[in-house]
């Protein structure tokens, strides 16, 4: 019988679970899965960032070159005087969309030179400073418009969304416990004072259930009275894994320990309902926690470039991702055979111009997103 299986509590003969047991054997079977879950998506999303790096990215590099030379040909075409005053027009809108993903995204310092010629002689660098104090200004403005509260450079970086959302976060505590203490400033009623009691002592409950099984863990496994050495060994490691358990409240892997190391299931603990309640709360707790690290899992896979979802783009079994893997990177090369076709056709003053007669300059739209 496997440790998760002896987990879960079984129906005895002529009699049914109760409500909080078979609650008890839900969380445990799904923190199980999540935590299983979170595990495949790890090790899921090493292969997939390892992939991206040795076969993906090498590609995109070459479909920047190529973006580049592409540029340098409507570049030259712009200088020529057989192109007219619109089309040499299209041609700098179409360069002005390109250059700064060169210089920014792809690293392409080179092309500072043409982002000035373009943009009526702006130094890209002094642009780039220009937009930070904008989005920063932009920042501030949101923030105190829509929660109150002042953000301080000399207190956090304005570049890190983390440490925003951190401030922002510890300042709206602030706030209420401050809007908090204003309330307990007048008398309590005696109902106000049972409710609080009675939280009180509901906290004291839920930390005395999980002790109870970390004390009993530490009783049985603690090293230091142990003679022998070998045994000694043992014990220290097992108490390392009992200890981060317990300082984790991960209460799944507490009653695994206990059940696994004394050999044992879940029905000869012999948990009370009084017991089992208390437990129900933990374990309700862990599979909300396992739930948002999944989905913190989820969000870090969104790729930094694109916005995809990296494990809706290359994820699933071995044979699935090496399909995705395998079609992304024909797509790749196949856009990069078509551009390779396009830099030689434009080149052609005639084709450049057959070109520009379609091509529509977009209208500039602006926006500000934080932690693009």
């Keep these: 019988m496997s440790t998760f299986n002896s987990l879960v509590l079984t129906q005895k003969k002529e009699k049914n679970l109760t409500k909080l047991q078979k609650q008890f054997n839900a969380y445990i079977i799904k923190i199980n899965e999540l935590k299983e879950q979170l595990i495949k998506n790890e090790e899921q999303l090493l292969v997939i960032h390892t992939r991206i790096k040795t076969e993906i990215i090498p590609l995109q590099q070459k479909v920047n070159d190529k973006v580049g ?19 040499k027009e299209k041609i700098k809108d179409y360069i002005m969309s390109k250059v700064e993903d060169l210089i920014e995204m792809a690293g392409k310092d080179e092309f500072k030179v043409l982002y000035e010629k373009y943009f009526d002689g702006e130094s890209y660098d002094n642009a780039v400073v220009e937009d930070e104090i904008l989005r920063k200004e932009s920042l501030k403005e949101m923030v105190s418009s829509v929660f109150g509260i002042e953000l301080d450079e000399s207190e956090i970086d304005l570049n890190d969304p983390e440490q925003v959302q951190e401030f922002i976060d510890k300042k709206m505590d602030e706030q209420f416990t401050f809007r908090q203490t204003k309330k307990t400033e007048k008398p309590k009623s005696q109902k106000q004072i049972d409710k609080e009691e009675k939280i009180k002592q509901e906290a004291k409950n839920i930390s005395k259930a999980a002790r109870s099984i970390y004390t009993d863990l530490v009783k049985a496994f603690h090293p230091d009275r142990e003679q022998d050495e070998n045994e000694r060994n043992r014990k220290t490691e097992i108490m390392k894994q009992i200890t981060q358990a317990y300082e984790k409240d991960d209460l799944f892997e507490l009653l695994r320990l206990k059940i696994s190391l004394q050999n044992t299931d879940a029905d000869s603990l012999k948990i009370a309902d009084a017991e089992l309640k208390y437990y129900n709360k933990i374990l309700k707790e862990q599979v909300n926690e396992l739930e948002t690290r999944i989905w913190q899992q989820t969000y870090n896979a969104l790729s930094p470039n694109g916005g995809y979802n990296m494990f809706a783009k290359f994820g699933g079994e071995p044979r699935v991702m090496k399909t995705r893997f395998t079609k992304e990177i024909n797509h790749i090369k196949q856009s990069l055979k078509i551009m390779d076709e396009n830099i030689a056709n434009l080149k052609v003053k005639e084709n450049m111009r057959a070109f520009l007669k379609n091509y ?4 500039e739209e602006y926006f500000w997103e934080w932690g693009e």
């Design 360 to 363: 529509q300059i977009q209208e």
């Design 69 to 87: 030379e592409l540029v340098y040909v409507f570049d030259k075409h712009y200088d020529d005087s057989y192109f007219k005053k619109k089309e």
